[in-house]
Nanobody, 125 residues
Framework: QVQLVESGGGLVQAGGSLRLACAAS????????MAWFRQAPGEERRFIAA????????FYADSVKGRFTISRDLAKNTMFLQMNSLKPDDTAIYYC??????????????????WGQGTQVTVSS
């Protein structure tokens, strides 16, 4: 079982930046892929970005490509999401997840076994 704890959310003005972190503990090595999802009020949870622990393969949703950057620190078992040029539409609860999805399922939340508690990101206009 992998435990995940997010941090770094908050309130920021449009155009600003935030950096989220997701610290993994437990059997992190058994989950080769980590990802960020977000859920806005009244909407379903949506894929944002994913990264493979081994290598530098990264994947992004079109809505954040060029603005968000996912990365990881293997020594600290921590994943990051650098969010730049934030927009009010980015307002949501952001969740990190870990699992072993195949490539075709990487953007599906059902493919991930472990989830963090979520961190609120609010972007004001």
């Amino acid at each position: 079982q992998v435990q995940l704890v997010e941090s770094g959310g908050g309130l920021v003005q449009a155009g600003g930046s935030l950096r989220l972190a997701c610290a993994a503990s437990g059997r992190a090595s058994s989950s080769p892929t980590m990802a960020w999802f977000r859920q806005a009020p009244g909407e379903e949870r949506r894929f944002i970005a994913a990264i493979r622990w081994s290598g530098d393969n990264t994947f992004y949703a079109d809505s954040v490509k060029g603005r968000f950057t996912i990365s990881r620190d293997l020594a600290k078992n921590t994943m990051f999401l650098q969010m730049n040029s934030l927009k009010p539409d980015d307002t949501a609860i952001y969740y990190c997840a870990s699992g072993s999805p195949i490539l075709s399922s990487l953007r599906s939340d059902s493919a991930y076994r472990s989830w963090g508690q979520g961190t609120q990101v609010t972007v004001s206009s």
